[in-house]
């Protein structure tokens, strides 16, 4: 900086002599204009070489270039602005090990930067944090800190970045968090948080990632999401959400990365899915969801990753997503799914088809049976796959006829081994073209013929 022009009329010799008064007697000299800026590096020299003492020693040989005899400026993971105070401050994978205690970062007025990602910083947050009023980045994620989350963080409201994960935090999400208009990227996840989403979180429209997963946090997932257009990446999974995923979910339309598997959620998957149009993961997985499958899925043609697994839906597999060209990775185990017809599961559909009439409500038997024994094989089939024809449809009604009989109740009317190996065999010629027509019941009272 240059020096105020109010000094010009001074000689040299006076303003030496300020100098020098000022080196003997430091404190004295605080009214002059000229040492205002030197004065503010000092102290922010003062405040960083107070925390480097406090940190554990190995730490402080990592340091080592933070030393009075030079300006932060020169130091390691420090940048300053033009007039030489201290902007920035990244120490990530430094290896750093002590408490933010003695950082006080009232101190670093200008900071517009705080990284210290990957460390072993323990201890608590300092609410004085939120006096960073320039601060736009602050990572202090993967460290141990424990403590709950200050509500005097809410007061930097210029953060665009805002990363507390995967430290040891707990207490709930302070509704002040919601300040923070202009972050763009938030997560808190991996800690032990508790308490809910707060509602307010609608407010903080630019989001474009929200990362709260692997925390306690129950509540459901608030409708107020309907403001954030902007957010691509949600993950909320691993933590103890109930309710059902909000209809909402509609109106983010740039949602690309949708996680929310391992909670409580119930009810059934919103049709307004279909308006999140870029969405290329969805990863639903151990929930209580249920109802079907919404054929709206099927529109969704950048889909790569469909989770669903250990829900509760039924029905089957919707015929839209033949049109899902990018899957490459979908997971409907555990659910109810019928690739069976009737809303029924293959165990009892098994079942039915065996069981005498005798065993049934005797105001429902043969009518069931029969309904049973009249459906057509081809509705049997994964409707997923497209229906067999020509050769692939005998095989199909080969392999099908020889199942059932195989898995026949009573021993007497399954078929021998050699009867298998014929039918394997054979020219399958009476089954060509006539899948569409076969059903469960010729299958089953299908003769086979002796060996030879
Ligand atoms: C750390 O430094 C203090 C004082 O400088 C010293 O007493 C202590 O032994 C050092 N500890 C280690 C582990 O080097
Ligand atoms: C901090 O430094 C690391 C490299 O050591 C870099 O990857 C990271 O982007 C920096 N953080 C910021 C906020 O610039
Ligand atoms: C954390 O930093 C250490 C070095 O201190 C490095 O070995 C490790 O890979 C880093 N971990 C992550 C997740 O970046
Ligand atoms: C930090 O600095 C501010 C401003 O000088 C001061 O008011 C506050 O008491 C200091 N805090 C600590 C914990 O030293
Ligand atoms: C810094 O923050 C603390 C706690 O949030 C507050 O009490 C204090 O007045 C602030 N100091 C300055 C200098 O802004
Ligand atoms: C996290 O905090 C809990 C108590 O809140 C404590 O029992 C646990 O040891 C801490 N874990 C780590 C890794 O610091
Ligand atoms: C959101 O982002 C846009 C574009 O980056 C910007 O113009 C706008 O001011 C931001 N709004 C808030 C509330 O930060
Ligand atoms: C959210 O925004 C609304 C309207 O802008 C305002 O009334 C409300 O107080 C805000 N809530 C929070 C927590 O910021
Ligand atoms: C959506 O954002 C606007 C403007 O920021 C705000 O007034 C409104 O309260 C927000 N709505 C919800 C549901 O959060
Ligand atoms: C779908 O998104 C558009 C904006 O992209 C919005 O106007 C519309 O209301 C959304 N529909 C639903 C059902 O969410
Ligand atoms: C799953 O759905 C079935 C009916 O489809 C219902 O009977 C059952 O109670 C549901 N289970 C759970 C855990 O919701
Ligand atoms: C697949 O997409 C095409 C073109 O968008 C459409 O005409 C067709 O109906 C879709 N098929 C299904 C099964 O949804």
Redesign the pocket.
Known sequence: MSPPTVYKPFSYKFFSLLIIMEILHPVSSSTSYLDAPKKSVDSESATLLKWKVSLQNQTQYLLRTWRVETTPCQWVGIHCDTGGRVSYLNLS???IRGTLEDLNVSLLPNLRSLDL???SIYGTIPSNIGNLSKLSYLDLS?NHLSGTIPPELGLLRNAKTFYLDHNNISGSIPQEICFLKHVIDLSLSSNILTGTIPTCIGNMSNLSSLFLYQNQISGTIPSSITNLTKLSWLNLYVNQLSGPIPREIGMLSSLQILRLYTNKLSGTIPSTINNCTKLANLHLGDNQLSGRIPSELGSLKFLSDLLLFMNNFSGSVPKEFDNLTHLTNLSLSVNHLTEVILGEHLGDFMSSIFTPPSQFAPSTSTSSISAVHDIFLKDVLDQRLLSPTRNVAEEVVGVALLALACINPTPQLRPTIQQVSVQLSKEKAAFRNLLPLITIGQLLNHEFSSAQ
């Open positions: 994978h430094s290896g990602f990957n460390n993967e």
